[in-house]
């Protein structure tokens, strides 16, 4: 693991993101909970963080405009980013003859840009320091389809695509990236869609955040120092 | 105002051996690709001289850079 133990984790109020912020935390990285909206939600995972003995700040802020600001807080509280989790993510479903311009920009600025920014920002002093991890949350969605979400899929596709290439660039520096890609996780955006889809997921059931964090934890970890530019699925063999 | 020459050159040489660039191989003719100095120490370089002198170097004018007096003119004629 980097000598640097300070992590920013987007999107971090709820589901997939405050799992894997208290996940790193509890071994042993200082984390940025970053949230948009939702402080209540962000403060709950700053309270499950410090109840079990870690340390976690808040950072309020919206990664599509700001990413940089974002990165600054963490940076000025714990020290200079040593693991990136770009997880923060929208979606604005519609088929793609319906799906507007507004909708489409919405989520590849969020899920795409944002993440290419923060990600440039932190492999620049992660490859200065000769070490890093930057774990982006992809999705099943993307390299496979699912109608309704052209704008969703094209995002998290070409987010594996950018993991890839920054992960080639960067790999002699010690720094690794990587992509966790999840299937059908039990959070807040995906509730009202449970119905009918457990007979599509192998292992016959849906996932949990904590699923989904401890891979995310793993390849932050000393670890998986030789693992870099892969994607790694949590989806109970959905994309088998 | 200009930076000088002498101080670009200054920091070039101090920031080359930690991309495994013997020192006494750093001269104003040696060009990257025979220092083995790749595009991500070029970059990283770039960013070393943005901190010293607050010159930007984007991606096409490192992509130009063919030797040490190459980077070093550069960095003095963006300065001024």
Same mark, same amino acid.
């Given at each position: 693991m980097p000598d640097q133990r300070s992590a920013l984790v987007t999107g971090a109020s709820r589901g997939i993101g405050a799992a894997i912020a208290t996940s790193l935390a509890a071994d042993g990285w200082q984390v940025g909970i970053n949230f948009r909206s939702d402080e209540d939600g962000a403060r709950r995972t700053l309270e499950v963080i410090e109840a079990a003995g870690g340390e976690g700040v808040l950072v309020?802020?919206?990664?599509?405009?700001?990413?940089?600001?974002?990165?600054?807080?963490?940076?000025?509280?714990?020290?200079?980013?040593?693991?990136?989790?770009?997880?923060?993510?929208?979606?604005?479903?519609?088929?793609?003859?319906?799906?507007?311009?507004?909708?489409?920009?919405?989520?590849?600025d969020t899920n795409l840009t944002a993440a290419f920014r923060l990600t440039r920002h932190a492999v620049k002093g992660m490859a200065r320091r000769r070490g890093g991890r930057v774990i982006n949350i992809a999705s099943v969605?993307?390299?496979?389809?699912?109608?309704?979400?052209?704008?969703?899929?094209?995002?998290?596709?070409?987010?594996?695509?950018?993991?890839?290439?920054?992960?080639?660039?960067?790999?002699?520096?010690?720094?690794?990236?990587?992509a966790v890609a999840p299937g059908f996780i039990e959070t807040d955006m995906t509730r009202d869609h449970v119905d009918g889809v457990v007979?599509?997921?192998?292992?016959?059931?849906?996932?949990?955040?904590?699923?989904?964090?401890?891979?995310?934890?793993f390849l932050a970890s000393d670890a998986a120092g030789y693992i870099t530019g892969t994607t790694v699925y949590v989806d109970g063999g959905m994309s088998a | 105002?200009?930076? /000088?020459?002498? @101080?670009?050159?200054?920091?070039?040489?101090?920031?080359l051996p930690q991309f495994g660039v013997e020192p006494d191989d750093i001269t104003r003719e040696a060009t990257f690709e025979d220092?083995?100095?790749?595009?991500?120490?070029? /970059?990283?370089? @770039?960013?070393?001289?943005?901190?010293?002198?607050?010159?930007?170097?984007?991606?096409?004018d490192v992509a130009r850079i063919k030797t040490v007096g190459d980077a070093v003119d550069l960095v003095v004629s963006r300065s001024a």
């Open positions: 309020g802020g919206d990664v599509a405009n700001g990413a940089e600001a974002i990165v600054s807080v963490v940076e000025e509280r714990f020290g200079p980013l040593g693991c990136l989790v770009n997880n923060a993510g929208v979606t604005a479903d519609g088929l793609a003859v319906q799906l507007s311009d507004d909708d489409w920009q919405r989520v590849i969605v993307g390299p496979r389809a699912n109608a309704g979400q052209a704008n969703y899929a094209a995002a998290k596709a070409g987010l594996i695509g950018m993991t890839k290439t920054v992960a080639v660039e960067v790999a002699r520096r010690g720094v690794t990236v990587n007979e599509h997921i192998p292992a016959r059931r849906v996932g949990q955040p904590d699923e989904v964090a401890a891979a995310v934890r | 105002m200009s930076v /000088a020459p002498d @101080s670009v050159e200054k920091v070039v040489r101090e920031a220092l083995d100095v790749d595009s991500l120490d070029l /970059a990283e370089l @770039s960013q070393i001289i943005e901190e010293e002198f607050g010159v930007a170097l984007k991606g096409e």
